[in-house]
């Protein structure tokens, strides 16, 4: 299947953070979804109103894979960003969030990589897992089964038995990757800044929801914020 993310443009001034050189002085969306509750098309939403880069979990995958698109992105991050990203890593290894049966670490650097440069949103690949919670917005997606069956079905033109497996397999790989990467059987709430059921409120609804929670953290994250 062909990826085709929205890309949209970096804008706005990130600010100069000096207590932690090389630290992101924007926030990260980080976007989790059951399959079928419209996660990726309320990302894109979010992503265009922001002017936001959006990457998928396929485009991650895709530059995972091929070093030279992923330098093509990563080529302008500064040493001390790199530097923090390090550290990053070494924060996940110490908190056991690699698999014991794998030697490598692009998804997890290529997301902090990502995230060092502030401003852009994530759906998939455990970036809420791998972010540390201070510089990014962990959000969750989620709706009835019902609900989720029938918009993978009109999504992919499929029958509702069709779509009911479709949503089954997904869910399956989900909680298999949950498992495998951070030993987790399913998401707990408690893991979010937002959980919202896209069952019930519309995707405007969910996209204005995220909006003002990004709104919020940041200005939690501004040391005048909270004075009177």
């Not at 440069?117 to 201070?134: C, D, H, I, M």
Request: proline share 6%; aromatic share 6%.
């Amino acid at each position: 299947m062909p990826i085709d993310p929205f890309i949209g443009p970096l804008h706005g001034n990130r600010g100069d953070n000096r207590e932690r050189p090389g630290a992101p002085a924007g926030l990260t969306i980080a976007i989790s979804r059951e399959s079928g509750a419209s996660g990726g098309s309320i990302a894109r939403r979010v992503g265009q109103r922001l002017g936001w880069q959006v990457y998928t979990r396929e485009l991650l995958e895709f530059l995972c894979a091929n070093e030279a698109a992923r330098q093509s992105i990563l080529s302008d991050i500064p040493l001390d960003a790199t530097v923090w990203v390090n550290t990053q890593l070494d924060r996940l290894r110490r908190d056991g969030r690699f698999p014991k049966d794998s030697d490598t670490d692009e998804m997890p650097r290529l997301l902090l990589s990502l995230a060092s440069r502030g401003q852009v949103l994530v759906v998939g690949g455990g970036a809420g897992y791998y972010l540390p919670r201070e510089i990014s917005l962990h959000v969750r997606i989620i709706a009835p089964r019902t609900n989720r069956v029938a918009h993978m079905a009109d999504w992919l033109r499929l029958s509702p038995e069709e779509a009911a497996r479709q949503v089954q397999m997904r869910d399956e790989r989900r909680a298999e990757f949950l498992l495998k990467r951070f030993g987790m059987r399913s998401a707990e709430p408690y893991d979010f800044d937002l959980v919202l059921n896209s069952g019930l409120l519309s995707e405007d609804t969910c996209t204005e929801a995220i909006l003002a929670a990004l709104k919020g953290k940041e200005a939690d994250g501004q040391p005048d914020s909270r004075l009177d």
